[in-house]
């Protein structure tokens, strides 16, 4: 490469969350130096088309990107409405065998192993024994203690991005929104309002430039697709196939609304994910307000049926509720990154969001294409890579999700459905023989630096009975005394923590009553 090759300047289409995120990991990444040479970033938003205003969930590494980002952590949650996520709690998933409702945790975190085993086979060999334990869970994690009392991670005198516990966030998507444009002009960002209407490619079928309604021509070196499901450049304008994952995961649309906070309720550290007839309901307590919703299969409901169903399962909550209808395209481009556009959110794909996990593929998109930084040649050995990247970790989580219905036993026609032989990923249903021999360890997720790992894979197989039925061989080896020592440490670990974790709601009053002296200051 000549310093001429240089991508001097990247043009984002769309003002989503999607085009906020990979606008401000640019900015950060690549203009840090003061000396270095600044690399423009303009984001182009149309003023007629609304972003989707959902996505509320996060997952860690939304509390990592903004750590470096270097967000003021309380500026922040005053600002978004925000709250701490801990860990999504799934109800109703599972039938237990006295016919009661199966309640499981999935939190953001795990234990090390006891002396190079994992403590899951201790606990299973106990269970196995009928030996009276708290949830597998509970057992793991200090989190779901944190999540049962409604604490929050942090204390009011921890550093910013320092927990007691790991966290992420809950976060209302349009304040996000506003807030990244504001980080993001604070950082030197072009902002355009205006609706793109046409796509220049050049003879190589790369794009040279953006025709804007009220504007002139936007000359374009490289571009990042963020206008959401139209896939405007790369779907619409470059032709890049869409790969359906429908028949994996039966959920295409959504309700959507938001909701008032029970007077007097506790303020829920979680995200909550209840089964309902034909798919499942999420609520995400904001520091205001609730978002919630009901992701649910066309095939099985009609969206008057669905919208029936939520509110019922809403009761007194959802008494003024009017929620809006969102088809869902569940798949991914073939190719996230074509010649000179990158497609990031939910241009590039979306995979329903039971795990809240498009945020995490957004900035991994971006992360990604900084380790694979071209130039204005946009060489196809750093796309192929990074498409291979990209794709491996949609699969791997296209696969963590179908296997929350492939090991559910809920009856109905959706859930007979969703956990049918023929609508389990392969790679779903190897993995699940395999761990009925053994329990999952790093070495089973093949992905490169997986959202999801072992551990993931543990709270929910544990949380929905999977492993009730087996006796694994290494079990026999593991040391009671080992595990007593383990299971002393974690209980002194618990109690400390409920001592010096606060309230959630009050930790978030009290930020408030402290206000904030701004929005972010470079
Ligand atoms: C029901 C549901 C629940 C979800 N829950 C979660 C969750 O809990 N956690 C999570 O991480 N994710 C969640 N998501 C996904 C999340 O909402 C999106 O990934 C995220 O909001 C990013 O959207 P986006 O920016 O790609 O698209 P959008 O928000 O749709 O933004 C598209 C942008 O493109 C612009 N645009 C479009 N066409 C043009 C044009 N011609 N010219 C100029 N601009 C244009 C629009 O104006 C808009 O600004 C959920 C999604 C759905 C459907």
Known sequence: MTTNDRITRFTIVGGGSAGWLAASLLVASLNRRNDGPDTEV??????????????????LSTFVTFAQMRIDEQDFLNHCDASFKGAVRFKGWNINSDGSDGDYYHPFDAPKPIFGVHPAYHYHRRAVRGTQQPSFAHSMSVLPTLMDANRAPKMLESDPFEGLANYSFHLDASLMGEYLKNYCTTLGVTYISDDVTDVTLDERGF?????????????????????????????????????????????????????????????????????????????VPLYSRRGTGYVFSSQFRTDDEAIDEFLEHLGEDGKDAEPRVIPMAIGRARHSWVKNCLGVGLSAGFIEPLESTSFHLIQVAIRRFLDHLPDRNCDPVLIDRYNHLVTDMYEDIRDFIAMHYAISNREGGFWETARGENVIPERVRERLALWKHKLPTELDIETTNPLFTEWSYLYVLFGKNFVDDVEYPLEAAVSDEDYDEFVATMDKQRQQLLFQAPDHRRFLDSLREKGTEAWYRP
């Open 207 to 283: 794009v040279s430039a953006l025709e804007l309604k009220e504007r002139s021509t936007h000359p374009v070196e490289f571009v990042i697709d963020c206008s959401g499901f139209r896939s405007l450049i790369l779907r619409q304008a470059m032709g890049e196939d869409f790969i359906p994952y429908g028949d994996h995961l039966l959920c295409d649309r959504a309700l959507a609304v938001q909701i008032p906070h029970r007077e007097g309720a506790p303020l829920e550290p979680y995200t909550t994910s209840t089964a309902l007839g034909a798919g499942w309901s999420w609520n």
């Open 42 to 59: 303009t984001v182009i938003e149309s003023p007629n088309l609304p972003i989707i205003g959902v996505g509320e969930a996060t997952t």
